[in-house]
């Protein structure tokens, strides 16, 4: 028969806690350049017209040292004036409603390297203002560093439709 104190119970919880810190100082801590890193490049072509379509591209990249896990996700929140009409990338699975476009994938993204382009094209109201800036975040894939995940646009000049 074992009779267990109450000293015993807290002296074997708190070597348990010793050498469970002993074994995590002896692993090295994972470094921020071991893991995936995410960023997230956005541009358009031309001026935008009133009345008229606009095309951006996003380009997402992982600047790590590994793989990225899944899923990867794309959120642009469109500015006023402007609104969504369609969404497409080889291998992305897009949702456009209104002024918000989410889009998604599940497969690794290797270091170095970068998924194909979404495509995002966008109505330009006739009462849009002379100029906006849009913004894009990518997020999701074991990403470690979150303060290179947002990208922006800041010069589609609209030109008023003659």
């Known amino acids: 028969m074992t009779i267990t104190t109450r ?11 010793v050498a469970l810190l002993g074994f995590l100082a002896k692993v090295p801590a994972a470094s921020a350049q071991a893991l995936p890193d995410l960023t997230i490049a956005k541009s358009h072509t031309g001026n935008f ?3 008229q379509s606009g095309t951006y591209t996003l380009t997402v990249s992982n600047i ?3 793989p990225t896990g899944s899923p990867v996700w794309v959120f642009d929140s469109l500015p006023s004036g402007l609104a969504a009409t369609a969404a ?15 889009c998604s994938r599940s497969d690794a993204l290797a270091p170095a390297a970068s998924y194909p382009p979404i495509t995002l094209t ?9 100029s906006v800036t849009n913004t894009a975040v990518v997020g999701g894939g074991g990403d470690i560093n979150v303060g290179n995940n947002a990208t ?7 030109r008023c439709r003659t």
């Open 88 to 102: 497409a990338g080889t291998g992305w699975s897009c949702n456009v409603g209104g002024q918000s476009v989410v």
């Open 64 to 66: 790590g040292a590994s």
């Open 152 to 158: 922006s646009d800041p010069r589609p000049s609209l």
């Open 49 to 51: 017209t009133q009345e």
């Open 7 to 17: 000293h015993h119970v807290h002296r074997s919880r708190s070597l348990c806690l």
């Open 122 to 130: 966008v109505a330009v109201a006739p009462n849009a203002p002379a």
